[in-house]
């Protein structure tokens, strides 16, 4: 069982910015395709963003492009969430989870090359974002 740990969540204002962390397996961490993913108290869980295995492509939910950023680093075993100009709206339980469910030589461009949220197999415990007005 691949353990993923979350951490950094905490309260903000909004406007203000928050990194989260994620770290996981050391010796196969880099073979992950690594999604955030948020949720709140009966709504289904929301596609935040994802990285690839290499860290040269990502993808965005519309409703982050251009306030959150996803990285990785593979040495450390760990993916980030920077999250800026936060709003109320992003409070949330934000979790990640590992996929390794992508095919080598994807064209990370295409909608199609990234796994859908069931394509994960395994899921962080996930830390509370607070987004105060």
């Known amino acids: 069982q691949v353990q993923l740990v979350e951490s950094g969540g905490g309260s903000v204002q909004a406007g203000g910015s928050l990194r989260l962390s994620c770290t996981g397996p050391?010796?196969?961490?880099?073979?992950?395709?690594m999604g955030w993913f948020r949720q709140t108290p009966g709504k289904a869980r929301e596609f935040v963003g994802a990285?690839?295995?290499?860290?040269?492509?990502?993808r965005y939910a519309d409703s982050v492009d251009g306030r959150f950023t996803i990285s990785r680093d593979n040495a450390k075993s760990t993916v980030y969430l920077q999250m800026n100009s936060l709003k109320p709206e992003d409070t949330a339980v934000y979790s990640c989870?590992?996929?390794?469910?992508?095919?080598?030589?994807?064209?990370?461009?295409?909608?199609?090359?990234?796994?859908?949220?069931?394509?994960?197999?395994?899921w962080g415990r996930g830390t509370q974002v607070t987004v105060s007005s």
């Open positions: 050391g010796r196969t961490f880099r073979s992950y395709v």
């Open positions: 989870a590992a996929s390794t469910r992508w095919t080598i030589g994807s064209n990370w461009r295409l909608l199609s090359s990234w796994p859908g949220i069931d394509k994960y197999n395994f």
């Open positions: 990285i690839n295995w290499s860290g040269d492509s990502a």
